[in-house]
Nanobody, 117 residues
Framework: QVQLVESGGGLVQPGGSLRLSCVVS????????MGWYRQAPGKQRELVAR???????NYADSVKGRFTISRDGPKNTVYLQMNSLKPEDTAVYYC???????????WGQGTQVTVSS
């Protein structure tokens, strides 16, 4: 059974930081590119950051310089460090796994991030 379990969301003031974690089980972690997406109320889900199986990251323009994605192979975990948070970062954040050699992909259940004073 494949599971992607996110944690680390919460309420934070503008300018603050949070670190999201996604623990993955049931798949060969190293064979998957991992991503973080977010969906705000009334908006479409959008890619925030992605990291290849080899560790190459890329980011949405809106979070460049503020967010950092990383992965820990032995722990089967992907992280999203979010600094200098803004109210517009408020959304449900989802972890995503995409197989590099097949059309399989999986989603986590999401974790709420709210940036507000």
């Amino acid at each position: 059974q494949v599971q992607l379990v996110e944690s680390g969301g919460g309420l934070v003031q503008p300018g603050g930081s949070l670190r999201l974690s996604c623990v993955v089980s049931g798949i060969f972690f190293r064979a998957y590119a991992m991503g973080w997406y977010r969906q705000a109320p009334g908006k479409q889900r959008e890619l925030v950051a992605r990291i290849t199986s080899g560790g190459t990251p890329n980011y949405a323009d809106s979070v460049k310089g503020r967010f950092t994605i990383s992965r820990d192979g032995p722990k089967n975990t992907v992280y999203l460090q979010m600094n200098s948070l803004k109210p517009e970062d408020t959304a449900v954040y989802y972890c995503h796994a995409q197989a590099t050699v097949a059309a399989y992909d999986y989603w986590g259940q999401g974790t709420q991030v709210t940036v507000s004073s």
